[in-house]
């Protein structure tokens, strides 16, 4: 089944990288340094680490947002994924943290497919589906990352 919800998204290069290093970082990591990690990678979109306002205010936010995931189990039935990222995208501007506009893009399109499984169906677990292949992906791009890196330094 293909579901063209009309968005375009870029993630080549350096946003593919960093979009498997934050899939990885939330189903391996602790909370908080998702969130500490967020707040790092704001550096790419323009944004500054020392600009952030209440510092651990955004990271306890984004930590309950995690783990709301987490205890949903990802399940489209038990999850508002619209809910959390309007939440995420609250957090990031009332902390003065800056997202990548594509990764927003992607979690648009992400609401806009839990919205048609809903209706397809409501007990359905997409996410929980297709974790294992985008961790997969995510793992395999790092490690194509650092096998390149390595074979660079031996020539």
């Known amino acids: ?42 550096r790419r ?15 306890d936010g984004i930590a309950d947002l995690i783990r709301q995931g987490h205890e949903a189990k990802f399940r489209l039935s038990k999850l508002n994924a ?14 003065r943290v800056r997202f990548d506009a594509r990764f927003v893009n992607l979690m648009v399109a992400m609401v806009v497919v839990q919205g048609v499984a809903m209706r397809l169906n409501g007990e359905g677990d997409i996410l929980g589906r297709m974790m294992p292949y985008v961790l997969g992906t995510a793992v395999s791009n790092l ?3 650092k096998t390149a890196s390595g074979n660079n330094s031996a020539k």
């Open 45 to 59: 979109v323009g944004g500054s680490p020392e600009d952030v306002v209440d510092r651990q205010g955004f990271i």
């Open 82 to 95: 619209g809910a959390l990222m309007g939440r995420s995208l609250l957090l990031g501007r009332r902390h």
């Open 143 to 145: 490690r194509g990352k």
């Open 1 to 42: 089944v293909l579901l063209d919800c009309d968005l375009v998204i870029d993630l080549g290069g350096q946003a593919g990288e960093d979009l498997s290093m934050m899939v990885k970082a939330f189903f391996t990591r602790e909370p908080e340094d998702v969130a500490l990690l967020l707040i790092e990678m704001s």
